[in-house]
């Protein structure tokens, strides 16, 4: 049984973590929410209508990390840059869902589906990244492409939901897009959480464009395959683009194969994968779309793959549209399902 802090808790994700962590993942003595100072005196487990064991709201200042097993944060990276190791260093495993360590060669950076072996034992640091949410997804449809002919080059464009910008991103798109349908002229200003207006309006730049033109969310796109495929030479081009969807990262992947396949031995891959649904062409429709994935929870905790065609030119060319729900399978689940597996490998608890 544990006790697992989860810093960020009134924020979308932690919200996800507090609901997962009440389905039972994982073994739990007590959960410790933690949030801002103007948080402090919220009952969550009531507001959510949680049966867990929850102690009172404290800020990170107010956390005590003795007896705590594990501390989920998801709160960005400047909060985990500056409190997260403290927690580490007092022997709390941390499970970051920010950037501020993905890319630290001692962190493993880990998607329990993809590459469960580097956390056969605990890591040094104490310390265990989660990728970004749209990597996680991508990875998760890509391992088994590499398993059955070799990576040799992946180009992506990611959908993203408004739910990647949080509670505000989700409260942003709302307001804007009643905005619009009281009055079809209206444009909105620039600003707010996506930078753009995003009802009813598409933007493609996630994160600041660095010096070649790469977002932030592309640069990570780009890296974190990398890592956690073990394949630090594959090439990687990505284009993300934010959409007016509430739920749900969709993505477009092309891939370069080492080998020739058939779309029929791809999609037999990918069925075969455990936390894959494939939407073969003999199902109607013959693709995921984000409004079916969050409908339910048992979708909603898998990630979804369609479209699935081999280029009559090229029989080394696959694309493939996966759509996964970016809170869980992006973030909240992926970092439960860390925990899983550190319990499972006997290390935890």
């Given amino acids: 049984m544990l006790r697992i802090a989860v810093v960020g808790a009134t924020g979308a994700v932690g919200r996800e973590c507090l609901a997962l962590l009440d389905g039972g993942i ?22 959510l209508g949680l049966s867990l ?20 944060f998801s709160a960005g990276a400047e909060i985990s840059a500056r409190e997260a190791e403290r927690l580490a260093s007092a022997g709390v495993l941390v499970v970051d869902n920010s950037s501020a360590f993905r890319m630290r060669p001692a962190v493993p950076l880990v998607v329990p589906q993809v590459n469960p072996g580097v956390l056969d034992d605990r890591p040094e640091p104490n310390l265990v990244s989660n990728p970004n949410c749209s ?50 002229g209206a444009q909105g200003a620039p600003g707010g959480r996506f930078g753009q207006p995003l009802s009813f309006n598409l933007v493609p730049e996630i994160g600041l464009q660095d010096d070649t033109g790469r977002t932030h969310e592309e640069r990570k796109l780009v890296r974190e395959p990398r890592k956690i495929l073990g394949l630090p030479d594959l090439r990687v081009r ?37 936390g894959l649904r494939v939407h073969g062409r003999s199902q109607s429709p013959s693709y995921p779309m984000p409004r ?12 979804h793959v369609g479209r699935i065609r081999v280029e009559p030119e090229d029989d080394r060319a696959a694309a493939l549209w996966v759509v996964a729900d970016n809170l869980w399978v992006g973030a909240a689940l992926n970092a439960l399902q860390i925990v899983e597996l550190a319990l499972k490998n006997g290390w935890l608890g």
Avoid: N, W
């Avoid at 801002?36 to 009531?46: E, F, H, I």
């Avoid at 477009?252 to 994968?273: C, G, I, M, Q």
């Avoid at 079916?292 to 990630?303: G, K, N, S, W």
């Fill in 238 to 274: 990505a284009t993300a683009v934010r959409v007016p969807v509430f739920d749900c990262h969709s993505e477009a992947v092309h891939v370069r194969l080492r080998e020739p396949v058939t779309a029929e031995s791809v999609e037999a891959a990918l069925a075969a994968t455990p």
């Fill in 53 to 72: 064991p929850m102690a009172e709201l404290v800020t990170l200042d107010g956390l005590d990390p003795r007896g705590l097993d594990v501390a989920v």
């Fill in 135 to 184: 990597t996680i997804q991508l990875v998760r449809a890509l391992k088994p492409l590499h398993e059955l002919a070799g990576l040799e080059d992946v180009v992506v464009a990611t959908y993203q939901a408004a739910s990647g910008g949080g509670v505000r991103g989700l409260r942003e798109l709302a307001e804007g897009s009643r905005a619009v349908l009281d009055d079809p």
């Fill in 292 to 303: 079916t994935v969050f409908a339910r929870p048992e979708d909603r905790a898998l990630v």
């Fill in 26 to 47: 994982v073994p739990v003595e007590q959960v410790v929410p933690v949030g801002s100072a103007r948080s402090l005196g919220r009952d969550l487990g009531r507001e």
